[in-house]
């Protein structure tokens, strides 16, 4: 399976981004597709994943979505309202399938 992560960027504090996980070999339909983030000194961690339907951290929620495009066989997630807290590098990946991305940088400014 191979994963791309694309759409990280420079924002400002209260900014959006979406980030794209191109999936191939695989149908995202099919699978469960996490996203995650490693903070600058930090462990890395879950942020929101497509497993029992939705789920994403407490730090998170109500600002990110995740969704799947089935079509383009593709997993977004949605980041409204960010803060430099959110400043990380993004990873998706398909935890049952050990299938990994090579991250994004998100870098939000205050």
């Known amino acids: 399976v191979h994963v791309e992560e694309s759409g990280g960027g420079v924002v400002q504090a209260g900014g959006s981004l979406r980030l794209a996980c191109v999936v191939r070999?695989?149908?995202?339909?099919?699978?469960?597709v996490s996203w995650y983030r490693q903070r600058p000194g930090k462990q890395r961690e879950l942020v929101a994943s497509?497993?029992?339907?939705?789920m994403y951290a407490d730090s998170v929620k109500g600002r990110f979505t995740i969704s799947k495009d089935f079509p383009k066989n593709t997993v977004y997630l949605q980041m409204n309202d960010l803060t430099p807290e959110d400043t990380a590098v993004y990873y998706c990946?398909?935890?049952?399938?050990?299938?990994w991305g090579q991250g994004t940088q998100v870098s939000v400014s205050s």
């Open positions: 070999g695989l149908f995202v339909s099919l699978e469960v």
């Open positions: 497509t497993s029992g339907g939705t």
């Open positions: 990946g398909l935890p049952f399938r050990d299938g």
